[in-house]
T-cell receptor, first 112, second 115 residues
Framework: AQSVTQLDSHVSVSEGTPVLLRCNYS??????LFWYVQHPNKGLQLLLK????ATLVKGINGFEAEFKKSETSFHLTKPSAHMSDAAEYFC??????????WGAGTKLIIKP | DTEVTQTPKHLVMGMTNKKSLKCEQH?????MYWYKQKAKKPPELMFV???????INESVPSRFSPECPNSSLLNLHLHALQPEDSALYLC??????????????FGSGTQLSVL
């Protein structure tokens, strides 16, 4: 069975400093992996996805993630945080059928 | 148009009421989804429609009844709900086939409160 673990429930960084949101997965297959963002009282928006092409994936709003098979990780990074990045971030892995397996989420807090 | 539109944005209903949530997209997507999201939790899949046919029902109680009248519209009919059904209900769409590869487009959701 596939699973995904987001290692931090909350991450707090100062504006202008780097962001790192950690995600580990387990999969019997060659997985597809996604990061979604949810701003307060909003729906979910895809930041980026990995589907067995380049291991470094660039997304929207300056975010990127690196697929590391040896570490079963797909961490999300951004060089410089902005106040508008404050949101909930979900790491998601696909299973062999139709469904997406969602991580528990990481709340990103940006300090001025 | 890359939007998924959900109405209403907020809904308060009693346990004896009947209400409906609506979702619309005009991206030509032939797969549409209902998710339920409790506060501070990830979304949970409820239903999937593919080519207007129900393809997945995640053992959702019958007080929730989905309907897909055409390729652009998705409804969720609510009847005799319980207070624990209070949540954010999200609609999503994508190209059909496996969600393994496809981006989901989400609406902003309907915040439902059951009294």
């Amino acid at each position: 069975a596939q699973s995904v673990t987001q290692l931090d429930s909350h991450v707090s960084v100062s504006e202008g400093t780097p962001v790192l949101l950690r995600c580990n997965y387990s999969s019997s297959y060659s997985p597809s992996l996604f990061w979604y963002v949810q701003h307060p009282n909003k729906g979910l928006q895809l930041l980026l996805k990995y589907t067995s092409a380049a291991t470094l994936v660039k997304g929207i709003n300056g975010f990127e993630a690196e697929f590391k098979k040896s570490e079963t990780s797909f961490h999300l990074t951004k060089p410089s945080a902005h106040m508008s990045d404050a949101a909930e971030y979900f790491c998601v892995v696909s299973d062999s059928n139709y469904q997406l397996i969602w991580g528990a989420g990481t709340k990103l807090i940006i300090k001025p | 148009d890359t939007e998924v539109t959900q109405t209403p944005k907020h809904l308060v209903m009693g346990m004896t009421n009947k209400k409906s949530l609506k979702c619309e997209q005009h991206m030509g997507h032939r797969a549409m989804y209902w998710y339920k999201q409790k506060a501070k939790k990830p979304p949970e899949l409820m239903f999937v429609y593919s080519y207007e046919k129900l393809s997945i029902n995640e053992s959702v109680p019958s007080r929730f009844s989905p309907e897909c009248p055409n390729s652009s519209l998705l409804n969720l009919h609510l009847h005799a709900l319980q207070p624990e059904d209070s949540a954010l209900y999200l609609c999503a769409s994508s190209q059909p086939g496996s969600a393994r590869f496809e981006k989901l487009f989400f609406g902003s959701g309907t915040q439902l409160s059951v009294l």
